[in-house]
C-alpha cells in the first residue's frame, strides 16, 4: 500500500548496545545493530519513492523524567513521522 501512494513511514526501536556492545548483552548488542543497519538500508532504498524508514535510537532505560521519559520519545517517533519528504532523517538518538 505505501508503495503504491507513494507515501509511508517505517519507524523501528534501537538500542544503545548498537553503539556500546557489552559481553553480557552480546545477543542484544548484535541485534540491535542489525536492526540500524536494515533501517538504515531501508532508509537508502525507499526515501526516493517517498517512504520514510528511521530508528529511535535510545540509550538508556525508558523512565519518566529523565532524558528517556516516554513522552519525550514518543516525541520522537512524531517528529520522524511529520518530516516532510526530501527533507527525511533516518534516526534520532536518544542519550544522557
Not at 63 to 83: N, R, S, V
Given at each position: 500500500?505505501?508503495?503504491?501512494?507513494?507515501?509511508?513511514?517505517?519507524?523501528?526501536?534501537?538500542?544503545?548496545?548498537?553503539?556500546?556492545?557489552t559481553p553480557m548483552l552480546a545477543s542484544v548488542g548484535a541485534g540491535k545493530a542489525a536492526l540500524?543497519?536494515?533501517?538504515?538500508?531501508?532508509?537508502?532504498?525507499?526515501?526516493?519513492?517517498?517512504?520514510?524508514?528511521?530508528?529511535?535510537?535510545?540509550?538508556?532505560?525508558?523512565?519518566?523524567?529523565?532524558?528517556?521519559?516516554?513522552?519525550?520519545?514518543?516525541?520522537?517517533?512524531?517528529?520522524?513521522?511529520?518530516?516532510?519528504?526530501?527533507?527525511?532523517?533516518?534516526?534520532?538518538?536518544?542519550?544522557?
Amino acid at each position: 500500500a505505501m508503495m503504491a501512494r507513494g507515501s509511508g513511514t517505517l519507524l523501528f526501536t534501537g538500542g544503545g548496545y548498537a553503539f556500546e556492545p557489552t559481553p553480557m548483552l552480546a545477543s542484544v548488542g548484535a541485534g540491535k545493530a542489525a536492526l540500524r543497519n536494515l533501517t538504515f538500508s531501508l532508509f537508502a532504498d525507499l526515501k526516493e519513492r517517498g517512504i520514510h524508514a528511521a530508528t529511535v535510537t535510545i540509550g538508556g532505560a525508558v523512565k519518566a523524567g529523565t532524558e528517556f521519559d516516554p513522552d519525550a520519545i514518543a516525541e520522537c517517533y512524531w517528529q520522524l513521522h511529520m518530516q516532510p519528504k526530501g527533507c527525511f532523517e533516518r534516526e534520532i538518538v536518544v542519550k544522557e
